[in-house]
């Protein structure tokens, strides 16, 4: 991986990228920034002779939060049946929609050194694709990710995954065909339309409007991890997931709305007395959404709030 040289005074300035590699195979802020404080802390373990021989210590970096993350992953499974009701990946804020909101939201510079801030949102994040991810092996996801996304070559991955090229090439053609199968993504004006409508529905109360809005085969999956109220099964259908929604506004007065950037692409973020405690991301095909994702575990809403 890289060119050859053994200065390592960029070292520190891989952290952006390892980041994003890593919140990409884990779905989690927080375990993106642990794998990758880990990796640096093993670089920074080396006798400097050692580190003097290695040709490319972002390379090396990679490599290193790759197989750490293939830990992760491998034993996230088991942690996940512990968890209560669905679990869904950390959503993304785009801090610079909440600098230009000014009292709307969360205040305060950013945080250059939080590492939510340095993930670049693309496709790659979206709640949707994070998911589709989520169905594949670890090793699937590996490749995949570090090919498809990142375009490694597959002799680079080989080594974090400790297969042959071959083995890998075939691993991410595997994990590409689960993407395959996935929707076409809806251009970000067309669904901003569609969520900007669901948000005057839902506020309004209005059955019927949201009724027509979902698509009548949607599901939404609602994650609370036992810390908030949450639906601890997915809602399936249009109807049925328009009534839980209506339900919840005559739950929660003083709910505050907000069109907020998930992940890269239109959402809504609700919030009571400034504090955020739900962040919703939606699917949407031909017009109507498929899809409700709706974080509500204050664990995973941290990089949404500012002090």
Not at 167 to 190: D, F
Not at 281 to 303: H, Q, Y
Request: net charge neutral.
């Amino acid at each position: 991986m890289g060119t050859v040289g053994s200065s390592t005074d960029g070292v520190a300035g891989e952290r952006r990228r390892l980041i994003n590699v890593a919140y990409r195979l884990l779905g989690s802020v927080t375990e993106a920034e642990d794998a990758v404080q880990d990796a640096y802390a093993r670089w920074y373990g080396l006798p400097r002779s050692r580190q003097e021989e290695i040709r490319s210590p972002g390379a090396w970096l990679t490599t290193v939060t790759g197989r750490i993350c293939l830990d992760l992953l491998g034993s996230a499974r088991a942690r996940r049946e512990r968890y209560v009701g669905a679990w869904l990946p950390e959503p993304l804020p785009d801090r610079s929609e909440w600098d230009r909101a000014g009292g709307a939201g969360p205040t305060g510079p950013a945080d250059p050194a939080d590492p939510a801030d340095q993930i670049v949102l693309d496709e790659s994040v979206s709640m949707a694709f994070l998911v589709v991810l989520e169905s594949m092996t670890p090793a699937e996801r590996v490749a995949f990710v570090l090919h498809d996304v990142f375009r490694y070559p597959f002799a680079e991955i080989a080594g974090v995954l400790g297969r042959t090229p071959a083995a890998c090439k075939q691993l991410a053609a595997s994990a590409r065909r689960r993407v395959g199968a996935a929707p076409a993504p809806v251009p970000a004006t067309g669904r901003a339309e569609v969520v900007r409508h669901v948000k005057e529905a839902w506020e309004s109360k209005d059955i019927a409007a949201l009724v027509g809005l979902l698509d009548p085969a949607a599901v939404m999956t609602a994650d609370g991890g036992g810390m908030a109220g949450a639906v601890l099964r997915p809602v399936e259908g249009g109807a049925r997931i328009a009534q839980y929604m209506a339900a919840i506004a005559d739950r929660a007065p003083g709910l505050e709305l907000l069109e907020r950037t998930v992940n890269g692409v239109p959402g809504l973020v609700a919030q009571r007395a400034g504090v955020v405690m739900t962040v919703a991301a939606f699917d949407v095909s031909d017009g109507r959404v498929t899809r409700i994702w709706a974080v509500r575990n204050p664990e995973k809403l941290r990089p949404w709030a500012w002090s």
